[in-house]
């Protein structure tokens, strides 16, 4: 079984910083695409930043210049460093793993559990 487990979150004032982190454990073969992706009220999901097992990365252009997404592959764990914090930002943010469990087995999709992230003064 594999879990995301994500610690990080919550109430920073307008410009301020957070930095989540997102730590998958349990049986992992390999772990190939890691992101986050944030849903406030009444909105739907969106893609904050993503970064492959090469260390491609892709930001959502809301993010750009302002969120840092990195990952420890020993550690199988994944962080987003969130500076110059806007209201806007306020959401839910979770992370994704896309992985092998074992070898030759399907690539599956997790998910964690959600940490709130708010932006307000």
């Known amino acids: 079984q594999v879990q995301l487990v994500e610690s990080g979150g919550g109430l920073v004032q307008p410009g301020g910083s957070l930095r989540l982190s997102c730590a998958a454990s349990?049986?992992?073969?390999?772990?190939?695409?890691m992101g986050w992706y944030r849903q406030a009220p009444g909105k739907q999901r969106e893609l904050v930043a993503s970064?492959?097992?090469?260390?491609?990365?892709n930001y959502g252009d809301s993010v750009k210049g302002r969120f840092t997404i990195s990952r420890d592959n020993a550690k199988n764990t994944q962080y987003l460093q969130m500076n110059s914090l806007k209201p806007e930002d306020t959401a839910v943010y979770y992370c994704?793993?896309?992985?092998?469990?074992?070898?030759?087995?399907?690539?599956?999709?997790?998910w964690g559990q959600g940490t709130q992230v708010a932006v307000s003064s």
């Open positions: 994704h793993a896309r992985l092998t469990p074992r070898v030759g087995s399907l690539v599956y999709d997790y």
């Open positions: 349990g049986i992992i073969f390999s772990i190939y695409d």
């Open positions: 970064i492959s097992s090469r260390g491609i990365i």
